[in-house]
């Protein structure tokens, strides 16, 4: 569907709507303001050493993945995200993250930080990577 045909999507966001949007998504866990705001070609890079990595393209892709538990309950037991920080510039945003997570294959809670990484073109998202310590977090969630 071409970008105009999009109910809800325009051609660009503020920077106060893109922070207000990363914001939704990662403390009330709503990915839907986000939504519009993502080039149709969006790029999502999740590193490869995590049970739920690669590299995922489209609007769509990034709903799948921001839908539930990243793993789904295959990984975890559960999942909590604290949302630290946004740090704000013209063609980016940085996202520090502290989760609470239990693995299901040793049952004990973990805590481990990540960074995600927004970068904007024109007023619009068109990537987002993670960064995580995947060392702290792969012995646990194997």
Same mark, same amino acid.
């Given at each position: 569907m071409p970008l105009a045909e999009t109910p809800g999507t325009r051609d660009a966001y503020t920077q106060a709507e893109l922070a207000a949007a990363?914001?939704?998504?990662?403390?009330?866990?709503?990915?839907? &303001?986000?939504?519009?705001?993502?080039?149709?070609d969006v790029v999502l890079k999740?590193?490869?050493?995590? &049970?739920?990595?690669?590299?995922?393209?489209?609007?769509d892709a990034f709903d799948r993945f921001f839908t539930g538990t990243p793993g789904g309950g295959d990984v975890w037991d559960s999942f909590t995200v604290h949302l630290d920080d946004i740090i704000e510039s013209d063609d980016h945003f940085v996202v520090q993250l502290t989760n609470t997570a239990v693995p299901k294959g040793s049952g004990k809670p973990v805590i481990f930080q990540n960074l995600w990484l927004f970068k904007v073109v024109g007023g619009r998202f068109t990537s987002a990577q993670l960064y995580a310590d995947t060392a702290a977090v792969q012995p646990a969630a194997a």
């Open positions: 990363i914001t939704d998504l990662f403390k009330r866990r709503d990915r839907h &303001p986000i939504l519009p705001m993502l080039r149709d999740v590193p490869v050493t995590l &049970p739920y990595g690669g590299e995922f393209t489209g609007r």
